[in-house]
């Protein structure tokens, strides 16, 4: 073994141990994270998709909006949002001044300043980490993969500290994964589902804020049991097709210049 060697297996532990010691530091603030809304659980549960179909549920539940076809969502002009309703739902509202998939509505400037804000606010609460923060890990874990290399060049062969650099990558990695939300998020989340597992058997019909809920918690598997029609027509699940599309055989809107077809 050499000594070269060691250093480099020394130096990445400790990136590691500062990066872990990083990721979990700081004291939370603002609220428990009890009194959280379903858009707020949605993007504690998928990040800022999670909240953009949280809050097109919202609107769908409350008749705002529509699915349409090619798998787009529309709004109705007859219903307005829901007042009291999350400043994302809104935001996707005003945005839908035509036929959008739900990809294309996440990305639209509105909605994501509207989704960063909500953000920013479960940042203080301590329940999100701050782009900032989560830099200064990536920042960290990144020369540690160097370190086994590195001894390989050096040492010429493997040794018992290339195998403890490695293993000091394999944490890199799982230390990585999952740098959005905190510990104290991911505990919130956990007893959340545990606690409102229920809310998976509820019905559109039945309780559309339970409904709504299960989205919020469950995601996918909600959104495909309890709302199949709604995310299969207005493709919440699925990849924006290619533009331009295709003039369908019947004739009708499509995404290229001019807007209609004939």
């Not at 493709?235 to 290229?256: D, F, I, K, Y």
């Amino acid at each position: 073994m050499g000594f070269p060697g060691g250093v480099f297996a020394a130096a990445a532990w400790c990136l590691v141990v500062a990066a872990g010691a990083l990721r979990s530091g700081g004291r939370p603030a603002g609220p428990s994270g009890t009194g959280l809304s379903q858009v707020e659980l949605g993007l504690l549960r998928g990040g800022g998709r999670g909240a953009a179909q949280t809050g097109l549920v919202e609107l769908y539940l409350a008749g705002a909006v529509e699915a349409r076809f090619r798998q787009q969502v529309r709004r109705v002009e007859a219903r307005l949002p829901p007042r009291g309703g999350s400043a994302v739902a809104r935001a996707q509202y005003a945005a839908l001044y035509r036929p959008l998939h739900p990809r294309r509505l996440h990305h639209h400037e509105r909605v994501r300043g509207a989704i960063g804000e909500t953000a920013r606010r479960m940042e203080r609460a301590g329940l999100l980490r701050s782009a900032r923060r989560r830099w200064a890990v990536r920042g960290l874990l990144l020369p540690v993969f160097a370190a086994a290399p590195l001894e390989v060049v050096v040492a010429g062969r493997a040794t018992a500290w290339m195998w403890l650099a490695l293993l000091a990558d394999v944490a890199a990695v799982k230390l990585g994964a999952g740098l959005r939300r905190t510990r104290r998020g991911t505990v919130l989340l956990a007893r959340m589902r545990l606690g409102y597992a229920g809310v998976r058997a509820a019905t559109e019909r039945g309780d559309p804020g339970a409904v709504l809920l299960s989205v919020a918690l469950f995601g996918a598997p909600a959104l495909r049991a309890q709302l199949p029609r709604f995310t299969e027509e207005g493709g919440l699940l699925t990849r924006p097709p290619a533009e331009p599309m295709e003039r369908s055989g019947r004739g009708g809107w499509h995404e290229t210049p001019g807007g209609c077809g004939t």
